[in-house]
């Protein structure tokens, strides 16, 4: 009788804890907490870890690291999984729809936690088959600065982590779908804050005021030239103004106008020309018509860039696993940010979008939707990717 491949071993054991994974996930989902407010997920998550025997470490106020010891290894390799839901109500009728309200987990951070308990249970059942040592990191505060991963790293979490790896539940995604791409991903995401200064009056007698209202929209305008004119076409990035503050009535110019927006790019090289690009338009609009201006640009996440190698290793995961039941497509870069890009300034790594978008296409709800919805049937993909990684690679 032959005995089963760690292949084999692997997608057994993945399918003797799925049902736990999606137990895990609905309670997570009906019970969410926002960013370094997840003290209940945290217990859970302690709790399940030490009954494992995994030994556990808290920090960052509510992140928990659990490490998987294996002997004589040199290497260490980490998985992360985000845990904060989003400020915002959930419109479904599932049975564990959020119980809080104002708090729901739009973005998948539930499944996230869930299947890397699910990986730390596999691992721990195959622990004689691991090839290196294993952070299982669960971290705070992924939706909103200050960020859990900067956090995290701060207080040590990729210490000594040789390689780090991360899934993303995608909610357009197709079942069957594997998306990631080497090099840049995801975009960095920089803040922009603008304060147009005029001289305030009577809204029947404009010719007496500086209006600020006129030269915001002038600003507004003028900044998407950046973008169209001065930024080459095979460079990707967005200059977005998403807020727009101004009077106190219908009959009063203001004295002033605050535009609020973001900025995303893929390349550093382009990240370093954008605020003083942003600057020199904001100057000349101002003052060619009089007023003048305050300007805050603030750096937040870097791009996520994916390491080549790391892409290949789970590319190769996922065919031995699954075949074509899981299809690997190379994606294009998203603009959206993802703070995972400070554990790849530690270690080399990835992060892929896992299709959970089940196979109507009318049924699939975006990110950060009132109605975002996942199939849990693939929920057992992302432990058997990340143990697979761990224990035969």
Request: some cysteine; aromatic content about 6%; charged content about 25%.
């Amino acid at each position: 009788m032959e005995l089963p491949t760690l292949t084999e071993q692997i997608l057994a054991a993945v399918r003797d804890v799925e049902k736990q994974v999606i137990a895990w996930r609905r309670d997570f989902h009906a019970h969410p907490e926002r960013g370094f407010q997840e003290k209940r997920t945290s217990r859970i998550v302690t709790s399940e870890l030490k009954r494992l025997g995994i030994k556990v470490r808290s920090m960052a106020k509510t992140g928990v690291v659990g490490t998987v010891e294996c002997r004589d290894s040199l290497e260490t390799i980490a998985f992360r999984a985000d845990m904060d839901a989003l400020p915002m109500d959930e419109d479904s009728d599932l049975p564990f729809k959020s119980k809080t309200p104002g708090v729901a987990h739009m973005c998948g951070h539930d499944a996230h936690t869930a299947m890397l308990l699910g990986t730390a249970a596999v691992l721990v059942r195959l622990k004689c088959h691991l090839k290196r040592r294993v952070k299982l990191i669960f971290q705070p505060s992924e939706e909103s600065a200050p960020s859990g991963a900067q956090a995290m790293v701060r207080a040590g979490a990729m210490r000594g982590v040789d390689e780090v790896f991360g899934l993303h539940m995608g909610s357009l995604i197709p079942n069957g779908t594997l998306f990631l791409r080497p090099g840049p991903m995801l975009a960095a995401m920089d803040g922009l804050c603008i304060n147009v200064i005029g001289k305030g009056g009577h809204g029947a007698s404009p010719h007496e005021c500086v209006d600020p209202v006129p030269i915001a929209a002038e600003i507004i305008t003028a900044l998407q030239t950046i973008v169209s004119r001065k930024i080459k076409p095979v460079d990707a990035a967005v200059v977005s103004i998403c807020r727009m503050q101004a009077g106190t009535a219908g009959n009063i110019i203001p004295e002033q106008v605050k535009l609020m927006g973001t900025v995303r790019t893929l390349e550093e090289r382009v990240r370093r020309r954008l605020p003083r690009m942003i600057e020199r338009i904001v100057q000349g609009v101002t003052r060619a018509h009089g007023g003048t201006y305050e300007m805050k640009y603030s750096r937040g996440y870097p791009p996520v860039v994916n390491d080549a190698g790391s892409v290949g290793r789970l590319a190769r995961a996922a065919d031995d696993l699954f075949g074509r039941k899981l299809k690997v497509d190379e994606m294009e870069p998203i603009m959206g940010s993802e703070d995972f890009c400070f554990y790849l300034e530690k270690a080399k790594g990835a992060i892929a979008m896992l299709g959970a978008g089940g196979t109507v296409k009318s049924a699939r709800r975006p990110h950060h939707s009132p109605q975002f919805w996942i199939d849990e049937s693939v929920l057992y993909q992302g432990p058997a990717l990340f143990s697979y990684l761990a224990l035969a690679q």
